[in-house]
């Protein structure tokens, strides 16, 4: 979504300008979003005393490097798979980038019938 931010403000603004880099979206991503739900006081940002959900993402992968500018990296090239562990509320959900509460094979399982249910009713 950030990527997407960024392209089209870019496409409104008829270019890449000072306006527009890779910084600014991840602010509409932390504080501003925060900022729109009226929930900057307790989100948005790494502060004591705010709930903090933290994704680590693995930039030694290929497409990733060379990481010469890690938050244009993030914005331009990484993606889901990227992910190595989310932490949300001081519990870790994904370590090693795999979910912790839920089995992925189960999921896809789940996911494959659910698809053949919809397909059977199509």
Sequence with gaps: V????LAVGRIQTGGVSSEWQPHHVLEMATMEGARALGLAGEIG?????KKADLVVLDFRRPHLTPCVNPLGNLIHTAQGRDVETVIVDGQ???ESG????A???DVREEATRAVRRLWDRA
Excluded: D, F, N, T
């Design 2 to 5: 950030m990527r997407w931010a």
């Design 45 to 49: 940002s790494l502060v004591v005393g």
């Design 92 to 94: 870790i959900l994904v």
């Design 98 to 101: 795999s979910p912790r509460r």
């Design 103 to 105: 089995s992925e094979s």
